[in-house]
Every structure is written in structure tokens, then in C-alpha cells.
């Protein structure tokens, strides 16, 4: 699929998936911004950067920020986030900025086995001893929170063998080999905080529906289907005066560029 694409999938609900969806992730991206020292003076990228919450939060720590995304109406959002920002809408792939022209690149859940022109991408940007800071799935299935993102199978088997290889670097010494083989020292992997958070099952369901994946089972079995079928999922799990939360492993890397 080519990245022009992507906006079709990730964009159609950009505004409920800014609100709904991606403040939950607010966690990952303090974890990973306080590994890297992310501060003042910092030129930092965000690869598939979305509707922009990291790169809000890294302005927030001082670094001089900019961003890339396939999706015009999640660049959107991050343009109306940080103004001040150099946001744009591209492909990781094939980065419109000069070498050496950022100290840090990060990408949260951006970057995977399938894309191994991004880190050659992330690399060449980087400015020498520059940082890499990368998130990744880890099993998904075997984590507590594993029913909130179950919704994603009801794709096509095409699709649900897609999404498996786009999780391939959080097995164990997968995602080190994959980052010291494009030119990166790395430290070992590490676990990084990760919980979706919805006040009911209705919301869960129209968070979910708004991103990517939840796409492709939209596409094979309607969006009227999905949404009722989700909040269904979800009735199961309500806790009394509690939002429904599911955590989910999620791996860090940090890498510096030899
Ligand atoms: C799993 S989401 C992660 C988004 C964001 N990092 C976050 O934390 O919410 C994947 C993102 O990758 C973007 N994307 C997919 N392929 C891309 C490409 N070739 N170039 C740039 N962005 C891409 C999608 O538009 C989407 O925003």
C-alpha cells in the first residue's frame, strides 16, 4: 500500500482519535521523552508523528520540534497543537529534511520490521551521536488489556498477517539486531507504559473505530457492525465507578548513532 494511503484509514475520524483515543498515550511518550533526556535546546523529529500529542509534550520539555505523517487531517491536528513547529505531511521513508539535521528522532509505534527504510531514513537525519527512541508492540494477546484491541481481527486473514508482521520487533533481541544492523548502538529493550483509558463502552468503541487498524475490520464487516460489536466487547468489562483500562505491552528502544 502506498503511503498516500494511509489518510484513508487513519485520518477519516482524526479528531475523535486525538480526543478519544491517543491521550491514553500520554504515558508512553513521558516514558520515552524522559529516557532520552528530551530538554531545552533539543532539535527532536517525530516520525509518524499522527495528530501530534509526543510532539506537543516534547515543545512542552523545550526541544525545537518537527514532524512527519502520512495522514493530512492528523497533521492537521498537529499543526493546530504546536504552530510553532515544522509539521509535515510526507512519508518516513523518504524524509524532506537534510542529514544530520536533527540531535533527536523518535517514533512511537511508527517504525516496524516491514519499514526498514524509516530507521535508514531516522539515521541519516540524525546528527552524529544523535538519539533514537523507538516504541513497539510486544504481545499484544498475552497482555492484561488484550480484549480492547480484539476488535482488529474481525479484519480480513490477509490483514490480520499484515498486522502481525508490523509488531515483529518487540520479540526479544528482534528489534536490537534490526536498529545495530542500520548503524545504531543499542541498549537492551525496555518495557514502556502503556494503558487505553474510555469513560464507558460507547466511547471505547468510537475511539477504537477512529483508528487505523480498526479500518481494515471496518472495511470487512461495516462500521455500524464494529461500533456495536465493540461496545458490546466492552460491556463485559465495566468496573463500578472505574474507567474501562486495559494495559498492553509495549517495548522501547533507544539506540545512538554510531
Ligand atoms: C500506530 S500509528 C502511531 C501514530 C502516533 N505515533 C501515535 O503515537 O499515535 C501509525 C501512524 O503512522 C502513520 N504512517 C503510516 N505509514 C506512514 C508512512 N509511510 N510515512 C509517514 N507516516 C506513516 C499513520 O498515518 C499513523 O499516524
Not at 552524529?128 to 523507538?134: K, M, S
Not at 492484561?144 to 502481525?164: E, L, N, S, V, Y
Not at 468510537?206 to 472495511?219: D, N, Q, V
Request: hydrophobic residues 40%.
Amino acid at each position: 500500500m502506498s503511503w498516500e494511503m494511509v489518510d484513508e484509514g487513519w485520518g477519516r475520524r482524526a479528531a475523535e482519535f486525538a480526543t478519544l483515543s491517543e491521550p491514553a498515550q500520554c504515558r508512553e511518550y513521558v516514558a520515552m521523552h524522559h529516557r532520552l533526556a528530551v530538554g531545552g535546546g533539543d532539535r527532536l523529529l517525530d516520525m509518524a508523528c499522527g495528530s501530534g500529542l509526543a510532539l506537543e509534550l516534547a515543545g512542552i520539555r523545550g526541544a525545537t520540534c518537527a514532524g512527519i505523517d502520512a495522514s493530512p487531517r492528523l497533521i492537521a491536528i498537529a499543526r493546530d497543537r504546536s504552530p510553532d513547529a515544522d509539521i509535515r505531511v510526507g512519508d518516513m521513508e523518504d524524509l524532506p529534511w537534510a542529514d544530520e539535521s536533527f540531535d533527536i528522532v523518535t517514533s512511537f509505534r511508527g517504525i516496524w520490521g516491514t519499514t526498514p527504510a524509516a530507521v535508514d531514513e531516522a539515521h541519516r537525519v540524525l546528527a552524529p551521536d544523535g538519539r533514537l527512541g523507538i516504541t513497539v508492540w510486544g504481545n499484544v494477546g498475552k497482555s492484561p488489556g488484550a480484549w480492547m484491541m480484539q476488535p482488529f481481527q474481525w479484519a480480513t486473514d490477509d490483514k490480520i498477517r499484515h498486522q502481525a508482521d508490523m509488531v515483529a520487533l518487540g520479540r526479544p533481541g528482534v528489534g536490537e539486531a534490526f536498529l545495530v544492523d542500520r548503524g545504531f548502538d543499542v541498549a537492551e529493550r525496555f518495557e514502556i507504559p502503556f494503558s487505553f483509558e474510555y469513560p464507558d463502552p460507547e466511547t471505547y468503541a468510537r475511539g477504537l473505530a477512529a483508528t487505523g487498524p480498526a479500518y481494515e475490520a471496518i472495511e470487512s464487516i461495516g462500521e455500524d457492525d464494529f461500533v456495536a460489536r465493540a461496545t458490546e466487547l466492552a460491556r463485559s468489562q465495566v468496573r463500578d465507578g472505574l474507567p474501562l483500562r486495559g494495559t498492553i505491552e509495549v517495548f522501547g528502544y533507544v539506540g545512538t548513532k554510531r
